[in-house]
């Protein structure tokens, strides 16, 4: 997705130089009398790489957050600066220093991509602004957590957790190999899911990092993974790496001996796979945009601004943190929010979560959003009714069984207290 491609999708008509930056507009209606409130959100991704199909909705998901909050009626111009980090983490760091210190950029409703997200969390605290995680899955809300961020949608404890949980359940016997993206998501995915494997009995028999990004032909690791004799394959990664990885399984019918197990796998993924490939598969994810009336109800009011590639959890919970954010400003008052970041945490902590994306929720006290999650499966060809009708609902996970409990202690700035959740 390029900045030609941003500023259509935007609908806005305003270039602005600085660190790859685009303002887009989001409800910048203009009106005479009282000063209007300024506000800035920012957006970094991977807008050019493996997983750009699974970003590219974030922007269309914080506009209409904007819109749905009714910001141009409050008075308010809200911008969203959207960037490419290019998955590398001095890019994403420059960015939001450039953006806190010369764009006057108040919050980042995202900042994908583990590396990058951990290496924007010091500058965020830095700053003292605020900084909302959807697409970084490596946890934040343990000793790397901080009074600056909230962890939004998803980690690789919870993936782990809900999807490693559930194959043990169907397959107790099967032994497993893990097939892992070589930089923080890739080993946290890796580690937390061959805890849960051997905590439930189960045997793990090896365990293959590979170079990212710049991976394609993974049928070196492929043939190691089948050699070791274990009859699941649990896939941590994502993107392009997990359409490559599948495709060449078939292709080397390594499926045929090996069960694939996607620890972490978005909606777009199996769109462009099709459900000839993708149909039984299993998959762990924070929204669906056929779940309820409430998701039905929001899909319907996005999906003409995204029209060809339908948000994922990782671009969905835009949407969801967006919104809060703003009713946090609100609670708060602007100017005091736009004053003190770690103040605007702490009161978005206080302030219960609900929207269409995610339902009702909370923030615990350590920056971990509560939600539930959900399992699904694949459906078939023959199950499906339109191009988007592609997962069925397996179970539900309440959020206090999903994600990893409060270790006392772990998260540094909170003070030693019983945990509320």
Not at 64 to 86: N, S
Not at 90 to 99: L, M, T
Not at 351 to 377: A, C, N, S
């Amino acid at each position: 997705m390029n900045r030609r491609d941003l500023l259509k999708s935007a609908g806005a008509g305003i270039i602005a130089g600085g660190a790859g930056g685009l303002p887009l507009a989001g409800g910048l209606a203009r009106a005479q009398g009282a000063p209007r409130k300024k506000i800035r959100l920012g957006i970094i991704s991977d807008l050019s790489g493996l997983n750009a199909d699974n970003s590219e909705p974030s922007l269309a998901c914080a506009q209409q957050a904007i819109q749905d909050f009714g910001a141009a009626e409050k008075g308010w111009d809200v911008e969203v600066l959207v960037a490419d980090h290019q998955n590398r983490v001095d890019i994403a760091s420059g960015i939001a220093r450039h953006w806190f210190d010369n764009e006057k950029v108040d919050c980042l409703v995202d900042v994908s991509t583990s590396n990058t997200a951990l290496a924007v969390s010091g500058i965020t605290e830095a700053k003292n602004k605020v900084m909302l995680v959807v697409g970084a899955a490596t946890p934040m809300t343990d000793g790397r957590c901080s009074p600056n961020h909230i962890q939004w949608a998803y980690d690789t404890y919870m993936y782990a957790n809900v999807t490693a949980t559930s194959m043990m359940e169907r397959h107790p016997q099967a032994s497993w190999f893990m097939l892992s993206a070589d930089y923080a998501f890739g080993k946290n995915m890796a580690r937390d899911a061959m805890a849960v494997v051997k905590q439930k009995g189960g045997q793990v028999k090896g365990e293959i990092y590979y170079p990212f990004p710049g991976t394609t032909d993974f049928s070196s690791y492929l043939v190691q993974a089948q050699a070791s004799g274990a009859k699941v394959l649990g896939l941590c990664q994502t993107g392009g790496d997990t359409i490559a990885t599948l495709k060449q399984m078939r292709e080397f019918g390594i499926d045929q001996s090996m069960m694939p197990v996607t620890m972490l796998m978005y909606i777009t993924e199996v769109h462009s796979m099709g459900l000839d490939m993708a149909q039984g598969l299993l998959l762990t994810e924070t929204f669906y945009w056929d779940l309820n009336e409430r998701t039905r109800s929001f899909m319907q009011r996005i999906k003409d601004k995204t029209a060809h590639n339908w948000p994922g959890g990782a671009s969905a919970g835009v949407y969801s943190d967006t919104l809060h954010y703003l009713k946090t400003l609100d609670a708060m008052g602007v100017e005091a929010a736009q004053a003190n970041g770690r103040a605007t945490v702490a009161r978005m902590k206080e302030i219960p979560t609900d929207d269409d994306v995610y339902g009702k929720g909370w923030i615990r006290e350590d920056g971990r959003m509560m939600h539930d999650v959900h399992l699904f499966q694949v459906k078939t060809p023959a199950e499906s009714t339109q191009e988007w009708d592609l997962l069925k609902l397996v179970t539900t996970v309440p959020a206090k069984e999903a994600f990893r409990p409060i270790v006392p202690g772990e998260c540094p700035f909170l003070k030693e207290q019983p945990s509320k959740t």
